[in-house]
Every structure is written in C-alpha cells, then in structure tokens.
C-alpha cells in the first residue's frame, strides 16, 4: 500500500520559515513527478511546486523565489522549503505523486496524495 506521510506544517509568523517533508512508502518514486498542492479554506486545491528527472523543478508564480523543492531518493522524501512567509501562504499542504515523469500542474495527473498538514501564517 502506497503512503505519503507530510511533516512540517505548523503556526509561523510573517516573514517566517517553515520546512515541509514527504516521506513516501510502498514503492520507489525516484523515477516519477512528486510535489506539492495547497488547499486555503474556501478556495480550490492550487499548484505549488513539482521536482521531476533528478533536480528539474517548477513552480507557481505566486511562491517563485520564496518556496524550493528537493528530494531525497535515497530517503523516498521530497521537502518543501518555504521562506519569506505571507498570511496568503495559509494552507493545507499536501503531497503528491505521480506514477510517471509528468510536467504539470494539473491535480489529476497525480495518482497518490497525501492526507495533508496545515501551513498558518499570522499577520
């Protein structure tokens, strides 16, 4: 059974840092697109960030220069570094993967999420 288990997530100030982490089990996801979604209360689930093929990233607009993705093969984790904090960062935060090497920001291209943690950044 495939499980990806998020980590991090808590209550932070703005301008703060917080780092989140992903570990996968189950299978080997050194091969496929793992990520990032976020879901802020009342809005629809939005794209943050995916790695793909060893270090190739890509993200939102709204988190570029501020947010860095990486991953641990090794460890089957993928980590969301997220700096520079904004009280429009609050979110659930949730981790996905894909049973392939895919380049998009679609949600429904990734078969397996996570269960999700909460991001909330005072004022």
């Known amino acids: 059974q495939v499980q990806l288990v998020e980590s991090g997530g808590g209550l932070v100030q703005a301008g703060g840092s917080l780092r989140l982490s992903c570990a996968a089990s189950?299978?080997?996801?050194?091969?496929?697109?793992m990520g990032w979604f976020r879901q802020a209360p009342g809005k629809e689930r939005e794209f943050v960030a995916i790695?793909?093929?060893?270090?190739?990233?890509y993200y939102a607009d709204s988190v570029k220069g501020r947010f860095t993705i990486s991953r641990d093969n090794a460890k089957n984790t993928v980590y969301l570094q997220m700096n520079s904090l904004k009280p429009e960062d609050t979110a659930v935060y949730y981790c996905?993967?894909?049973?392939?090497?895919?380049?998009?920001?679609?949600?429904?291209?990734?078969?397996?999420w996570g269960q999700g943690t909460q991001v909330t950044v005072s004022s």
């Open positions: 189950g299978r080997t996801f050194s091969s496929s697109t």
């Open positions: 996905v993967a894909g049973d392939r090497v895919v380049a998009t920001t679609r949600p429904e291209e990734y078969r397996y």
């Open positions: 790695t793909w093929s060893g270090r190739r990233t």
